[in-house]
């Protein structure tokens, strides 16, 4: 069976996520765009699997998913600390690191 | 006074020294030792230093007379001893030994040099009693005795050369030794690199006389040369007539020889008089084996002779400074010796006859010229002398002396050794035996005009002059120095002793003359002695005006400004050399540099446009990514394409 409609979904799903993350000022939203495109990739993946067979796109899923959370946590305590000092989450305002 | 033989080749071997000749390295050593000590010790030989030195050039002297008297107990062509001292350069085929050679030729300058030295030490300890640098003074003057020693002792050319960069060194040294006087500076400076030029074709001519010869030593080449391409020896011998012309102040590398008046007098007398500057003549007869074999080389010699003993009887013609005018005789009596050196083997030995000649009464009209400064309180205007010799008896006679003997007057020195050059020119051609001679009637006016502005007619002081004589410790070297320059040309010519003595080492030969050499001789005498008494009317008997007349021919005014020798090399040489070197950079500083800051600013300009995208916007960041992927995922895939 032909796993082009998951690929196409697949590709969709990034490249909504991507624009998310490139036009949204909300920090959060940022983030879930990010989530997004992770899931969209995690979805690529299993596809494959299927079509081929075996079993590497599956673990590659699992380790996407374990990173995925990893950099959640990392993430959201960032923007926590940042709207503490600054009561804005908006991603353009932490514009300091400039020439 | 005949010649014994008509004809006589050099037929000396040169064999190692044994006996007392082993002594001979003592000589340039002495005062080698005597300029280390003075240069070394610093404060504590103040007291003793001149004297210290004075020793070292006497014990030199020394030596010498031993090593000569040693010599005259030899048979006449076994004269000629070498000492190795140690194998200098080893390398392939060039082989070049440190080692000393005494024959007939370094022997008479080995006694010039130590014996007018020594005088002019002993003297200097009176004209430097005043400076507080006296120490180093005579350190330079030791430095310049073991440097010309070296010079006439070596076994080779570039030994020679060694010792000629020595004498060169102690020259700019003496020179420049009033440091405080920026004219001595220059003068010094003037001077080192004018001889510079003359040690380029030196240098040219060692390297060329190893192509041919594959050696450079005297022995080597001397046996070498009838071998060898006349290109090569006459090429060799234009090279060392340059380096002649450098070292003795011949046309075209004269002009340092009248600044390089601005030393004491006593370095005019020893370096610029007698010794340095005739180490030209010593090295042009030195190689007379190649000279003899290059007409060629032999013709631009007395080229050069001819113009240099006009150039400079007319530059001192018109001088008023009393030590320029000797200058400038000095430079035409060596143009003199150069004539006779140029001559060939007829001329050989007169040349150095007449350069040990001229040591003495130059050295003594040098001296003395000293000893009148010193007692006119250091006034070198000859218009402010006159009527000094009741005043400077010794001194007046000293110079007197070395007057009549430098005119030509029978029977001192320089009748017999100018005028035997005079009349081996006739033997040459006609041209060149009168130009020779006009030169004799020159050297009478000029030398007559010093000499009666000096000692004779009226005074024409300044109001603080009270001129008294010189101590003993300097007019005994004049007197002595005197009575040499009336008598030692006589004593030497009784049996041609002193041509047969050098006969062995440079050959000699009978010159063809047109008219006999008796009336050459009387024509000159009365030549020399009618333009004498014509000057002296005109500076002894006339009113000499104080100031130099403005109204003079078109001559005269080039004879003041050096027959604008200077200006010709100042528009030759040294504009253009100044303009190049502007140029140069120039365009080092805005074209290497601009390159160099050039780049520089690109780096920078194009830093400060590119720093613009850290614009700190996180989302801007992210595009970028964006992008970059884009252009990575497209490049694949157009790669699997």
Redesign the interface.
């Known amino acids: 069976m032909t796993s082009n409609a998951y690929l196409v979904l697949a590709a969709i799903l990034f490249t909504i996520g ?1 624009a998310g ?2 036009l949204r000022r909300n920090a959060i939203v940022a983030f879930l765009s990010v989530e997004l495109m992770l899931n969209a990739s995690n979805l690529a993946f299993i596809t494959a699997a299927h079509q081929w067979g075996t079993l590497t796109g599956q673990v590659v899923a699992f380790f996407v998913m374990v990173v995925a959370a990893a950099e959640v946590v990392v993430g959201l305590a960032i923007i926590v600390t940042v709207f503490r000092t600054r009561r804005s989450a908006s ?2 305002e ?6 | 006074m005949t010649a014994m033989l008509a004809h006589a080749a050099n037929v000396s071997q040169t064999v190692p020294a044994t006996g007392g000749f082993t002594l001979m390295w003592l000589l340039p050593a002495l005062p080698a030792l005597g300029a280390a000590v003075l240069l070394l010790s610093g404060r504590y030989s103040e007291k003793w230093g001149h004297w210290f030195a004075v020793f070292m050039a006497f014990a030199s002297f020394g030596v010498g007379t031993y090593l000569f008297f040693d010599m005259l107990g030899k048979p006449s062509d076994g004269r000629s001893f070498t000492q190795h001292i140690y194998t200098w350069i080893s390398s392939g085929t060039f082989h070049v030994d440190f080692a000393f050679r005494l024959d007939q030729l370094s022997m008479t300058f080995v006694l010039l040099v130590t014996g007018v030295g020594s005088l002019i030490h002993l003297y200097s300890v009176g004209y430097m009693a005043h400076d507080e640098r006296r120490k180093r003074f005579f350190a330079y003057i030791n430095l310049f005795v073991a440097a010309m020693l070296l010079l006439v002792l070596a076994d080779n050319y570039l030994l020679l050369y060694v010792g000629w960069e020595g004498v060169g060194l102690a020259s700019y040294l003496l020179v420049g030794f009033w440091q405080e006087r920026p004219a001595a500076g220059v003068a010094a400076k003037k001077a080192f690199v004018v001889n510079r030029v003359g040690d380029f074709g030196l240098s040219l001519a060692i390297m060329l006389m190893f192509v041919t010869f594959g050696t450079v030593s005297f022995s080597g080449i001397d046996a070498g040369a009838s071998h060898a391409s006349n290109n090569a020896v006459t090429g060799i011998g234009l090279l060392l007539l340059l380096a002649a012309c450098g070292k003795s102040a011949q046309v075209p590398l004269q002009s340092w020889i009248l600044d390089a008046m601005e030393g004491p007098t006593p370095v005019s007398a020893l370096i610029h008089a007698a010794t340095m500057v005739t180490a030209g003549v010593y090295l042009i007869v030195r190689s007379n084996a190649l000279f003899t074999l290059s007409g060629t080389a032999r013709d631009f010699v007395i080229a050069v002779g001819i113009i240099t003993l006009l150039f400079g009887a007319a530059i001192g013609l018109a001088k008023d400074d009393i030590k320029k005018a000797l200058a400038g005789s000095t430079m035409s009596q060596i143009g003199y010796m150069i004539l006779g050196a140029g001559l060939g083997p007829s001329g050989y030995a007169f040349a150095i006859f007449m350069l040990l000649m001229h040591g003495f009464y130059k050295a003594t009209m040098f001296l003395g010229a000293g000893s009148v400064m010193h007692g006119m309180n250091d006034e070198l205007d000859m218009r402010r002398f006159g009527g000094l010799y009741k005043f400077m008896k010794i001194t007046s006679l000293g110079f007197i002396a070395g007057y009549l003997a430098i005119i030509g007057i029978p029977p001192f020195d320089g009748f017999f050794s100018k005028d035997k050059i005079i009349e081996v020119a006739f033997g040459q051609s006609w041209f060149v035996g009168i130009a020779a001679m006009f030169g004799a009637m020159l050297t009478a006016f000029y030398m007559t005009r010093m000499v009666a502005m000096t000692f004779f007619g009226e005074a024409r002081w300044k109001d603080d002059a009270h001129p008294h004589e010189s101590p003993a410790v300097m007019t005994v070297p004049i007197a002595i120095l005197g009575v040499l320059s009336l008598v030692a040309g006589a004593l030497l010519s009784i049996n041609s002793a002193f041509v047969n003595w050098l006969t062995p080492v440079v050959g000699f030969s009978e010159p063809h003359l047109p008219v006999s050499s008796t009336a050459i001789s009387i024509t000159n005498v009365v030549l020399v002695v009618l333009t004498a008494v014509w000057a002296w009317f005109q500076y002894a008997r006339r009113p000499v005006p104080v100031i130099a007349p403005d109204h003079v021919t078109p001559f005269t005014v080039a004879a003041r400004n050096n027959l604008y020798g200077d200006t010709f090399n100042e528009a030759t040489f040294m504009r253009p050399g100044q303009y190049l070197t502007r140029s140069l950079v120039w365009f080092d500083n805005r074209v290497i540099d601009g390159a160099v800051n050039g780049s520089a600013a690109i780096v920078g300009g194009s830093s400060g446009r590119l720093r613009r995208w850290q614009s700190g916007y996180v989302r801007s960041y992210a595009l970028s990514i964006v992008v970059g992927t884009a252009l990575v995922v497209a490049a694949l895939l157009l790669v699997r394409i």
Do not use: E, K
Not at chain 1, 94 to 99: A, E, I, T
């Open positions: 991507g993350v490139l991603v353009d932490s514009s300091l690191l400039r020439w």
